[in-house]
């Protein structure tokens, strides 16, 4: 194995992104532009908006803004509930893609996906402590699967004890029920809410540890969209309404077969033993017959998760596919490096291995090196398909598996695995 690298060689003249280059600040002009188109290009099915704003009265720049994340329209809302304060914004390298001057010119801070970067906590510092500006960031990294919190790095409550400016979370409703992640295309007519709240005071961040500022985060960022469109009554009427959701409930609850879940309409359904579901208005799930199981989405849900962690601890999960690559090493194209093999189990993480223009080529994040994966549903910048990706320091690798519908188990078990790793190490303190 000596003569694979760990990285891809690429023609000359292909550069990779400096995700260590200093952010702009965000001109007034910037800031202004952005608050008008924000406003002037509300998507159509919204019907009608609202930003309620809590413990904000004394709250001014420097801060940090969490917020969730769920699909476009949230930058959007953002914009309108930051104005007029000047606002940096965290963004992976896809954002940047065909537009990184436009991205650049309006303050957005690079990062790939799951990967550690110090350049990251110099620029989060250099916005919050030179600029004296808002930093906004998304910490869940990656839209919402099923409308409900996902994972927080534990990194997080380090950089906000570090920064020590007061923080503040915009949690945003409805926008997930217009444009679910596993249905990216198409919008329903819904209602948007957001509520911006002050979760610490710059003195509570200088008292509190970072443990204790992770905690307090971690329940300010608790959200639940299927139980919210309950409680608002949000009927979403759309003859589509179910059309995707197999790919986030993607193994059978009756006969437990996973990949051969499937929708149409308003139905979802088992190929394997033909179990259907009728999903309600009011996102519930109904079964046409028999028992329903799960008549909320997230339990469903978390019933997928606690099934992987049943085979990690059993030691049967593992998986290995042939996969078609691109990889996005810079922002001006994808580069298609043909096919290769990906693996991963609980003790190796991912190893992605292939062959590009005659030289070989390994990939490898170790389990503790990912606590989360980054999955993308009929992913818009490549291949209309579900895909991955596999980020490293300076390149991500978007990876089409074979085998359908398996993206979604392949993030819980990276998450399950790397809980595993944690809980390991905490029983050894």
């Known amino acids: 194995m000596d003569n694979i690298k760990d990285y891809v060689t690429y023609p000359k003249k292909i550069k990779h992104y400096d995700t260590s280059k200093r952010p702009k600040r ?45 699909t476009f329209v949230d930058f959007q809302i953002n914009c309108i509930a930051t104005y007029p304060h000047r606002v940096n914004n965290i963004a992976t390298v896809e954002a940047f893609y065909l537009r990184a001057a436009l991205i650049e010119w309006l303050g957005c801070i690079c990062k790939r996906k799951f990967t550690t970067d110090l350049s990251l906590v110099r620029a989060s510092y250099k916005v919050l402590k ?37 923080v503040a979370t915009l949690l945003y409703h409805g926008n997930y029920l217009m444009t679910p992640f596993w249905d990216f295309y198409r919008k329903r007519k819904v209602p948007l809410y957001a509520e911006m709240k002050q979760i610490l005071t710059a003195e ?7 443990e204790e500022i992770n905690a307090v985060v971690r329940k300010a960022m608790e959200y639940d969209e299927y139980r919210w469109q309950k409680e ?22 009756e006969c437990k077969t996973e990949y051969e879940m499937n929708s ?73 490096l043909g096919d290769a093999h990906l693996t991963h189990d609980a003790e190796n993480g991912f190893v992605l291995e292939g062959e590009y223009n005659g030289e070989k080529y390994r990939i490898h994040r170790t389990p503790q090196s990912m606590y989360s994966l980054h999955v993308e549903y009929d992913y818009c910048h490549i291949e209309k398909d579900d895909c991955i990706d596999i980020s490293t320091k300076d390149d991500s690798f978007f990876c089409y598996p074979s085998q359908k519908n398996c993206i979604t188990k392949l993030s819980f078990a990276t998450e399950e695995i790397y809980k595993m790793i944690k809980e390991k190490k905490n029983k050894k303190i």
């Open 232 to 253: 608002q009554g949000i009927k979403v009427t759309e003859d589509f309404r179910a059309e995707g959701l197999h790919k986030v409930l993607y193994q059978c609850p």
């Open 26 to 70: 965000q001109t007034k002009f910037a800031a202004g532009v952005m608050y008008l188109l924000s406003k002037a290009l509300m998507p159509r099915q919204v019907q009608g908006y609202k930003i309620d704003k809590i413990n904000t009265e004394n709250l001014k720049p420097p801060y940090i803004l969490l917020c969730n994340h769920h």
């Open 130 to 166: 030179e600029y004296g500006d808002v930093l906004c960031m998304y910490p869940e990294a990656k839209y919402a699967p099923v409308g409900t919190t996902a994972i927080l790095p534990d990194s997080l409550g380090k950089l906000i004890k570090k920064c020590k400016v007061p």
């Open 264 to 336: 149409k309409g308003t139905e979802l359904f088992c190929e394997h033993c033909g179990k259907r579901w009728e999903m309600t208005e009011l996102g519930e799930l109904k079964a046409q017959r028999g028992e329903t199981y799960f008549s909320h989405i997230p339990d469903w849900f978390e019933w997928e998760r606690s099934e992987v962690r049943r085979q990690l601890e059993e030691g049967t999960y593992s998986f290995s596919n042939d996969v078609r690559v691109y990889s996005l090493p810079w922002t001006r194209s994808f580069v298609y």
């Open 204 to 210: 509570e961040v200088e008292k509190l540890s970072a």
